[in-house]
């Protein structure tokens, strides 16, 4: 019997010659990741340890983004203790201020995973990386602890469901309808501890940006990761950018699925979640009237320049609703950069939108756009729970860049044909 893309790699990176789902394993990582919450912990636990220094200094990022900029003295020691870490080890992948970003916006951006890849991070969204062909997934502080001191973590080998995946998507729809389409219709539980393997013809109709949104939301449907075929758009994306050699991995043709579920692209139309979980999704035709008082654009999961520009096609020569505030968050320097000079910083500024620096800060409800009590917020990021954003009483519906911006314009949840 042949594997599937995660067994195959889990396989290689555990010097086995095949696996099979339940199966645990040791296996060697090509990169090990912590933000400003879970790497202080990690780091305060690999001192304990006793090793002279990390098991590799190429292949361990810091990203503190949660809570960057500073946004008070507890924050600050955090940011603190990953800087003093990464001096003392020499880290190579360290991203502060000035060259920071939302760290699964960097990692692709910067060349630092690859197809082939085995990835964790103690953040349960590493999963995003999944759109080069990598196997990457969250696992906790102390796990990267000792990850950090050997190189080495043990896993349990998921089954797989397969996504065939058919058709093209229609105008305006994107990868985030996607995703929130397949959780709407499987549910949070909906492929719990399991492989999400995207592939079939419909797969070269979706852009790296929409498959990175897609596996970034993996971890929504209760997914242990989520993993996309290789093809020509991965290539080109991953070409004089990934740093180090790659590995082409696909699914053998006699793979073992615990589930194959067909999709067709042309179907989906732009979806909208409804508190307090990514599986109450609606079509835009069925939300009725919501009000919202505050939309957010940006995150790891839609902080892309081409996010960026969906938004501005929108919003260009238009003005937010004045009972809506509009925080847009690009998800690297890089990106803020190419929307400054295509002219989108602009655009937003005089639509009467604000343009965060890069952070995750609104997202999980941590700083620069949190919630008060009754206030309903309209977001492109990838959790809705209850106080996800704020107060325990405010909600948070989930949604595309081009229903957020067209939203922000009527002061309600729409579609963008309600205002272009």
Known sequence: MGMTMTEKILAAHAGLPSVKPGQLIKAKVDIVLGNDITAPVAIKEFNKIGVATVFHKDKIALVPDHFTPNKDIKSAEQALTMRQFAKTHQI????????????HVILPEQGVVGPGD???????HTCTYGALGAFSTGVGSTDMAAAMAIGETWFKVPETIRFELTGELQPLVSGKDV?????GMIGVDGALYQSMEYGGPGLANLTIDDRLVMSNMAIEAGAKNGI???????????EGRTERPYTVVGPDKDANYCKTIH?????ITLQVAFPHLPENTRSI????IVPIDQVVIGSCTNGRISDFAASAEILKGRKVNPNVRVIMMPGSQAVYLEAMQKGYLEIFINAGAIVSTPTCGPCLGGHMGILAKGERALATTNRN?????GHPESEVYLCSPVVAAASAILGRIAGPKEVI
């Open 92 to 103: 190579s992948h360290y991203y502060e201020i000035g060259r920071m970003g939302v760290e």
């Open 118 to 124: 085995v990835i964790i991070g103690a953040d349960s």
């Open 179 to 183: 995703i929130l389409y397949i959780i």
């Open 228 to 238: 996309f075929e290789v093809d020509d758009v991965t290539i080109q994306y991953v």
């Open 263 to 267: 999709i067709d692209l042309s179907t």
């Open 285 to 288: 035709e069925d939300v009725g």
């Open 385 to 389: 729970f209850v106080g996800r954003m």
